[in-house]
């Protein structure tokens, strides 16, 4: 039976190393789960598994010596979250993968050489409604004293489990047929035990009404040029000490200010606008740009070329800055200077990173933050609990970026 036929380039993993081999569609990530992350799901993993089964009867007893722990409905939102990133990761749409599975090896267990997608013999039985498998993504939780190697033994490929590295791989040519060379061995622990999981993804969407597959917009594929995808600093101080001053003298002569798509609006009334801008000088404007380009070209590796710098804007009372992710064009390496706050509660911004992980990131006044303002959703959904909450944006795009159409 054949698979989906995707288009790989609508598929784009930030941090990926694809294989270079034209036999497969092969990547690793390294570092897609934290200690804390691998470690919580070992103990989920060690507390619910039992022998792991085979799709299909094999004589060898030994083929498949490992055991398994389905992890569907287990370890609450923080396993949901892990769930709901690798789907983010790939761009495809939930309802076209199966839960998450977990599998430990100890001393002497392994996984004879298979291939993920569903043989002819299988297909009928596992098939379903979603028909075959198409991605794998398997992600190592702990470092292997020795063995458990994982190795493509028709691409004489081998990886050493590295914690929170994962490997991704289409177990499908491009016309949708099984691709026989992702066959893979998971050899023998030799000292010490091996904990993975992997989510696999199928055909066609569990439900009736399908929903598109592939889910990413055209501002992730946006080229990532840093690791996390954002870094918190203070603004230098001469810098901060002008635009404190410009604020003081100039915030009676602020206006309302009304942002295109409504992105801001008041949580109560729900009504739009719950902000004013105090706009900047020329010379402000263009010192601001000046002094932070060559730090955000250190920071994120390329040479870019400044395109906008907006004004103050000042956040009322329960001002809601729905996420988002900036313009395609132009706000690709961006800058948010906090200049000044009167908050009765921490204001966050909820910021995703480069692993499609959420963050809460705190700014006081003097503080900055670069971040790939294109690419990453960010914004501020939680309901400001305070009369001002002021700061500047400010942004770049690299001088050989080309925008996706």
């Given at each position: ?260 798509g409504n992105f801001i609006f008041n949580a109560e009334s729900r009504k739009p606008s719950s902000s004013t801008l105090v706009e900047l000088s020329d010379a402000l404007r ?120």
């Open positions: 039976m054949l698979g989906a036929m995707l288009d790989m380039n609508n598929v784009y993993m930030p941090n990926a190393k694809r294989l270079q081999t034209d036999k497969v569609e092969l990547y690793t990530i390294a570092d897609f789960l934290n200690e804390e992350e691998c470690e919580s799901v070992i103990a989920l993993i060690c507390g619910q598994n039992q022998p792991s089964t085979l799709s299909s009867y094999e004589p060898d007893a030994g083929f498949r010596t490992s055991r398994t722990c389905n992890l569907r409905g287990l370890g609450g939102a923080a396993m949901q979250a892990i769930d709901d990133r690798i789907c983010k990761m790939l761009g495809i749409d939930p309802s076209y993968s199966e839960s998450i599975q977990g599998q430990y090896y100890e001393v002497g267990q392994q996984f004879k050489a298979h291939t993920d997608y569903f043989e002819a013999n299988e297909i009928g039985l596992h098939g379903g409604r979603m028909g075959q498998r198409t991605f794998t993504f398997m992600i190592y939780l702990n470092d292997v004293e020795d063995g458990g190697e994982t190795e493509f033994v028709r691409l004489g490929v081998k990886f050493k489990p590295r914690r929170g590295m994962a490997v991704v791989w289409n177990s499908l040519y491009a016309d949708g047929r099984p691709n026989e060379n992702t066959m893979h061995h998971a050899h023998p622990v030799l000292k010490g035990h091996k904990a993975i999981i992997t989510k696999w993804f199928r055909s066609f969407s569990e439900k009736e009404s399908a929903p598109r597959m592939l889910t990413k917009e055209a501002n992730e594929f946006i080229p990532n040029y840093t690791v996390t995808g954002f870094e918190k600093s203070r603004l230098p101080s001469p810098l901060f000490e002008k635009i404190q001053k410009f604020y003081h003298e100039n915030k009676n002569v602020q206006h309302d200010e009304h942002v295109q263009q010192e601001i740009h000046d002094t932070l380009k060559p730090l955000m070209e250190a920071w994120c590796g390329r040479t870019l070329e400044p395109t906008f710098v907006y004004g103050i804007r000042i956040y009322q009372d329960k001002a809601v800055l729905k996420p988002h992710r900036d313009r395609l064009e132009t706000h690709i390496i961006s800058a948010i200077l906090n200049v000044d706050q009167v908050v009765r509660e921490d204001w966050p911004l909820v910021i995703d990173d480069n692993y499609y992980r959420e963050h809460h990131v705190l700014m006081k006044p003097g503080e900055m933050l670069f971040f790939e303002g294109g690419r990453l959703q960010h914004g501020r959904p939680i309901a400001l609990e305070g009369s001002v909450f002021a700061n500047i944006f400010c942004h770049f795009k690299p001088t050989d970026y080309i925008p996706r159409r």
